[in-house]
């Protein structure tokens, strides 16, 4: 039997599907509200409407808190440490990077954070796969 | 811990997928727990035992145990003649 069949691939597909309906909802959101909220008269109106792809972010917290949960323990476990690895290794490079921005290397948005957490997590898979662990 | 699932899935003539799929576990997961990569919990490794129709204990070995034992067997007075 290949990779296609199994629980393992009912799971991707419904992640797959779920995730997909929450991007498409926050699309959808962005879409709606921005345009609104940029020509919205007073601040409250604003901030109501800007709440709008909140709805889409919450969306994909619920399909991956979901597929976590739904995964078997042993790929929880590896998704779980896979991701402390990546936030302690993110931890010490931010850290790391505040002092050479104190003798004046370039000020990097807070947003790197996330590729670097990404990039982590596959520098960690990759160690496992060559390592064994 | 060292298990006897391979030779026991193999006996059965089930693949990797067809044991995931009968205990809820994916292929990825019998693969680490057949080259000894991962302990199962207690729930999974009654599960397997139940799906094997085995005791637990004949299909998982500690490791210590195992070694434990041989050496109380190498150390145990011999029965007199």
């Known amino acids: 039997m290949g990779e296609g069949r199994g629980i393992q691939a009912r799971w991707n597909r419904r992640y797959v599907l779920e995730y997909g309906v929450a991007v498409a909802l926050y699309v959808l959101t ?6 609104p909220a940029f020509k919205a008269s007073t601040l409250s109106r604003r901030a109501l409407l800007l709440m709008g792809p909140c709805a889409g972010i919450v969306a994909l917290l619920v399909v991956v808190v979901r597929h976590v949960l739904r995964i078997d323990e042993f790929l ?4 779980i440490e896979s991701f402390a690895v990546a936030a302690a290794f993110t931890g010490v490079w931010t850290l790391a990077y505040g002092f050479f921005e104190l003798v004046g290397f370039p ?8 590729p670097g957490m990404a990039l982590s997590m596959l520098l960690w898979s990759g160690v496992k ?5 | 811990m060292n298990n006897r ?12 997928v067809e044991l995931g799929d009968r205990l809820n576990v994916s292929r990825q997961t ?6 000894g990569r991962y302990d199962p919990s207690l729930p999974l490794a009654f599960a397997i035992a139940r799906l094997f129709g085995l005791p637990v204990e004949e299909i998982f070995q500690d490791d210590a145990g195992a070694a434990g034992k041989r050496s109380e067997g190498r150390n145990a007075p ?4």
Request: aromatic content about 12%.
């Open chain 1, 76 to 79: 929880r476990h590896s998704v």
């Open chain 1, 107 to 114: 000020r990097i948005s807070v947003w790197w954070i996330w």
């Open chain 1, 30 to 35: 962005v879409l709606l509200c921005l345009p």
């Open chain 1, 129 to 133: 796969r060559l390592w064994r662990l």
């Open chain 2, 5 to 16: 699932m391979e030779e026991l899935r193999i006996a059965k003539g089930w693949t990797k």
């Open chain 2, 78 to 81: 011999r029965k007199g003649r």
């Open chain 2, 30 to 35: 019998i693969h680490a727990l057949e080259s």
